[in-house]
Structure formats: C-alpha cells, structure tokens
C-alpha cells in the first residue's frame, strides 16, 4: 500500500522524531542552526576551472529549459537523501511558514492564495512596521526579502526521463538577487558515484542584481556566497534528515 510522506505537524507522536534539533522557534536558534552551526555534510558543488562551472551550469539550465545566455548560476548545492525521489519532492511541496527544515524566523514563508505559484518570503517575518492597532493605520508596509514567482513545476516525470526528474522552478526578484529559484530532484545516477536512491538540487541562478556585467569575483558576490552555502547546507541536510526519518517511520511494520 502507498503510504503518503506528509503528515499533520503535532498530530502524531512519531511526526517529533523527524525534527531536526534545533528547529526554527526564535531569531537566535535559526542565526545559529542555520548559519553559525557547520552542517553535517558540505553540499555545495565546487569546480576546480570556470569553464567546469560553466558547462554544468548550462547542461542544468538546458535541462531546466532556460535560456542559458539570460544567467549565470552563482550556487549549486546537492545532497544524496536515501528514498525515493517522489516522497523527496513531496515532502518539499509542504514548504511554509511552518517547514522544519526552512529559517522562518530569519525568513518567514508566506504563500498567496494558500499555494506555491506564488511565495514571499519576509526578512524577520515582517511585512510592515510602526503598526498599532487601529483601524485605519497599518503602519509602513515592508517589500518582502523574496518574490517568488512560479515559472514551471515539473510535478510528474516526463516519459522520456530516464531519471525521475521533478522540479519547482520560480521567477525570483525583491532583495534577493535577480533571477530564478530551483529546486530539482532525481534518481541517483550509479555512474556518477551517487549511492543514495535519489539527489536533491538546490540552484540559485540570477544576473547579480540585474546587471549582466557584473564582475564575478566582486567582493559582495563573496559576502553574499559565504552566508547563502552555509545557510542552503543546513537547510538540506535538514531536508535530508527529515526525509529519511519519516520515510524509515512510515515503511516499519
């Protein structure tokens, strides 16, 4: 019998054992299980050449079906997770302000009209400031730190996929770079050293704040490269926890 990864938070005693520790319950848990804390598996894709970094960049967009002369992929991130692809991709379906493995309190979730076409995401979680409670002041509203916009979701794999490919795939502005938002997982591939039984990608793909010129090795690229890895990391190796927790729960006898 198929059995369903997503479960109803706080209805079930087993659904506690598949939060990572330190869950996103104060700014000062999510500073330091998102980014002061190493996580336990690197993920970020490194090149040894830009030429390296640029064909994979390319064969990811192709796949994508991107114009692979509109961006530059500054991120690729990858994580072997030990269960089926479709229940990975399931359980990244349920992404809200609640997800364990997500830094709501550094960037809450917000979903428009209760579905992922399309999300914001908040610095702190605040939409405005200076608001009382009154009836016709509500403060000074706030641009959220992302706008995420769905560009295609690749719920079910096509036929000629020989990997079980599914993916989200957003426009993204606001605060954060210009450019698009992914996240793709498949089927692990034997000949390329995969062991678990599917990967997960997370890719970040923009022209630096709109400008194509940007130079690559700008000293903001760096910054903004440094707390991103360290961030994406964890959250991906929570994904990873998660999912396989669940999964080993619901597949006992």
């Not at 114009?67 to 072997?80: A, E, S």
């Not at 360290?230 to 927790?245: D, G, L, Q």
Request: proline letters at 4%; hydrophobic letters at 35%; a positive charge.
């Amino acid at each position: 019998m198929k059995q369903n990864l997503n479960t109803s938070k706080g209805k079930s005693t087993s659904s506690a054992k598949t939060i990572p520790h330190g869950t996103s319950g104060t700014l000062w848990s999510d500073l330091y299980y998102f980014l002061l804390q190493k996580p336990d598996k690197e993920t970020l894709i490194r090149f040894e050449t830009p030429v390296e970094r640029a064909n994979f960049s390319q064969r990811i967009l192709q796949r994508l079906k991107i114009g692979v002369d509109q961006y530059t992929v500054l991120n690729i991130h990858k994580i072997g997770i030990d269960i089926p692809g479709r229940y990975v991709f399931e359980e990244l379906l349920t992404w809200d302000s609640d997800s364990d493995y997500w830094p709501n309190q550094l960037a809450r979730v917000k979903r428009q009209e209760g579905t992922l076409d399309h999300v914001l995401v908040y610095l702190f979680g605040l939409e405005n400031i200076f608001s009382f409670e009154h009836p016709q002041y509500n403060g000074i509203k706030l641009p959220p730190l992302f706008k995420l916009n769905k560009l295609r979701f690749n719920r079910t794999p096509r036929t000629s996929d020989q990997d079980n490919a599914r993916s989200l795939l957003y426009d993204c502005s606001g605060g954060y770079p210009i450019g698009i938002f992914s996240l793709y997982v498949r089927s692990s591939i034997a000949e390329q050293n995969e062991k678990e039984a599917s990967q997960l990608f997370f890719m970040v793909a923009f022209n630096f704040f709109g400008k194509q010129n940007w130079v690559y090795d700008h000293f903001i690229n760096r910054i903004w490269e440094s707390i991103h890895n360290r961030a994406t990391a964890n959250i991906m190796n929570r994904i990873k926890k998660i999912c396989e927790t669940k999964f080993n729960t619901f597949s006992m006898p």
